[in-house]
């Protein structure tokens, strides 16, 4: 991580944009990253119908430290060809960004601008009224939470300038249809110390590790056949142990205490085996931490208040770091909801109203939220958890689960949930 740079070398960067010859319009760095790219079109002087227009370096020495610290690609303006890429309907700079997105697709075009200091917001957010992240809320949120995390509030969106029409941002998300956002900063804000570059530098950079895992997630594509094949064998066999778990990327933390039969209210309750199907699999394909129970014996871990099950659970497997805890079961057939949703009395709405969005696209259009059992119960996990992270229970509909199409619409809709909380 970009730790510290002195006033020399931001100015020795800023001397290369203002005061170094150079024979080219732009400068492209391909950098070791290229599923994002970071423009600076006006980091030199630029020229917008005849008058000159000041530069805004500021912008190439972000891109510039994003390149050498973090290895991503860069496109800089470095020579005023009396013209404004930004501005000008048509330009060479633009034509080779475009070249770019064709070549790489890349997650997020990030285009970097300087705000008169006599602007009242720290940073404007240039989308187009969403058009250019394609009405994309969650990513504008997670834009937006990448500056507050470093102490930004004063944040605006699409004001003073909403990036539209022949802009870059709007320019390039029409024609290639990859997600951009112009990001203009306050120039006053680094006049105060350098170490608010450094702040920018890395806000940046964690905003695209978390889009990039984001990505991953989502677009990974589970082979429904390969995951079917996986539960037949996982129902008919039975380990030594009673539960497994594994340690893996602790941000998340997926359970299915009712994988194998057992008890459930003082009843017989069969293997809802898919579920640890589903938390081996997501192990196996992202690393996140799983616990499921692995051997039919006459336990019940769900509704028990405390057993070796929840123990392991809370005291080996949650860490500080868990964001969401997800307790996987089956729902009768019986049962005319597509999947109950079941989350502690207090929760934050927002990621609720997130799920139900991802729900609702991916076809699982009849749920309930927290009825059809005592969502309340003081057994049930989720209340019983003490951490600080968001609490979830799933209950899929076995119907559904039967079904490929469907059991897709399952796992596809709990790879766009997770994403949500890395």
């Not at 960067?13 to 150079?22: E, G, Q, S």
């Not at 590790?209 to 129902?235: A, C, G, P, T």
């Not at 933390?253 to 069969?270: C, D, R, T, Y």
Request: aromatic letters at 12%.
């Amino acid at each position: 991580m970009l730790k510290s740079i002195s006033n020399e070398k931001v100015q020795e960067i800023m001397d290369y944009f203002n005061k170094t010859k150079h024979e080219d319009s732009f400068e492209f760095t391909l950098g070791s990253i290229t599923d994002f790219i970071i423009s600076t079109p006006h980091s030199v002087l630029q020229t917008r119908e005849g008058k000159e227009k000041l530069a805004e370096p500021y912008t190439g020495v972000i891109a510039k430290l994003l390149n050498s610290y973090y290895g991503y690609s860069i496109l800089c303006k470095t020579k005023n060809c009396d013209d404004d890429a930004n501005y000008d309907e048509k330009s060479s700079y633009k034509e080779f960004l475009y070249n770019y997105c064709k070549k790489y697709k890349p997650i997020l075009v990030i285009d970097l601008h300087g705000l008169s200091k006599k602007r009242e917001c720290t940073i404007n957010l240039g989308t187009n009224y969403g058009q250019t992240l394609f009405d994309d809320t969650e990513l504008l949120g997670d834009i937006i939470q990448s500056f507050r995390n470093i102490g930004i509030s004063k944040i605006t969106t699409d004001h003073p300038f909403d990036s539209s029409g022949k802009t870059i941002a709007g320019w390039i998300s029409s024609k290639t249809k990859q997600k951009a956002i112009q990001i203009e900063i306050n120039s006053g804000y680094f006049d105060m110390t350098s170490a608010n570059i450094v702040k920018i530098v890395n806000a940046l950079h964690h905003l695209c590790q978390k889009l990039r895992s984001k990505n991953v997630v989502r677009s990974r594509k589970i082979d429904i056949e390969n995951l079917r094949l996986h539960d037949n064998k996982f129902y008919e066999s039975q380990s030594l142990n009673d539960f497994e778990y594994v340690n893996g990327i602790p941000e998340i933390v997926i359970s299915a205490p009712h994988a194998k039969k057992g008890m459930f209210a003082g009843k017989v309750k069969q293997s809802e085996s898919m579920t640890g199907s589903i938390c081996k699999t997501f192990y196996k394909e992202f690393g996140f931490s799983i616990i499921y129970k692995s051997k039919d014996n006459d336990e019940d871990y769900f509704n028990s208040k405390t057993n070796a099950y929840k123990s392991t659970l809370f005291k080996e497997v949650l860490s500080p770091k868990t964001r969401l805890f997800l307790e996987l079961h089956v729902l009768s057939k019986s049962r005319v909801q597509d999947v109950t949703i079941f989350l502690p009395k207090s929760y934050e709405n927002e990621k609720l109203y997130q799920i139900i969005n991802i729900l609702n696209n991916h076809n699982l259009h009849y749920f309930s939220i927290n009825s059809v059992f005592d969502s309340y119960k003081k057994s049930r996990t989720i209340n019983q958890i003490r951490r600080d992270c968001f609490k979830l229970q799933l209950c899929f509909n076995e119907r559904l689960i039967e079904d490929n199409e469907r059991l897709k619409d399952i796992v596809d809709s709990l790879k766009d949930i997770i994403s949500l909380f890395i």
